[in-house]
């Protein structure tokens, strides 16, 4: 089930997650307490506001449908190469070549171009067009620095059942929010006292 928008909580950035826009578009859907489910990616308008949010986006930006599927279909992959890292399991070939794929389809470095201004210069190549292209790149990129930088030994899965979402850890926090924290610990004292009682 899906929280409707006026149902919605707010969600805050997980730990890392303003470092690594990845790591963020992972966490766009959560699972809440009873079961409900929160994607932030819902609707065209919804990406729209999360793509221009972190700069991936002009304000302009009309995306359809097919836009949407196509990032959303990048964050599974990108999930699924986290969850496989955090997890120590091997990574399918399947998603290593979705993220790859999405890393290759835009020029990595500014080409030369030639203008009778200018005469021979570099340019970036971001036409609104293509600003789709342009974001999977970078997130996709993103989340290789991420995997394979110093950082990828802090990635962990929040310690809060029912809650989907991961987090770089700091010290011995595994939560990816106060909330979440609160929630494992009222569980295990419940736990404690369930387990005191039996005892009894």
């Known amino acids: 089930m899906t929280a409707s928008p006026k149902e919605q909580p707010e969600v805050l950035p997980a730990p890392g997650a303003e470092q690594y826009p ?77 993220v790859n794929e999405a890393l290759t389809r835009t020029p990595a470095a500014p080409l030369l171009r ?3 201004v200018l005469g021979l210069h570099r340019t970036a190549v971001r036409p609104d067009a293509e600003f789709l292209d342009q974001a999977l790149a970078r997130l996709a990129a993103d989340a290789a620095d991420l995997l394979t930088g110093p950082d990828a030994e802090r990635l962990t899965a929040c310690g809060s059942t029912p809650c989907s979402r ?35």
Do not use: F, M
């Open 22 to 98: 990845a790591l963020d578009l992972v966490n766009s859907v959560v699972t809440l307490p009873g079961g409900q489910s929160l994607d932030l990616l819902d609707t065209p308008s919804e990406t729209e506001r999360w793509l221009t949010a972190h700069g991936l986006a002009p304000k302009s930006a009309e995306l359809q449908e097919g836009d949407v599927e196509r990032l959303r279909a990048l964050r599974a992959h990108i999930r699924s190469v986290i969850v496989s890292k955090v997890h120590g399991r091997p990574t399918s070939e399947a998603d290593l070549e979705a």
């Open 114 to 116: 030639w203008d009778p």
């Open 166 to 200: 991961y987090l770089l850890r700091h010290g011995r926090r595994h939560w990816c929010s106060t909330r979440c924290g609160d929630r494992a610990r009222a569980a295990r004292a419940y736990a404690r006292r369930t387990r005191s009682v039996t005892v009894q």
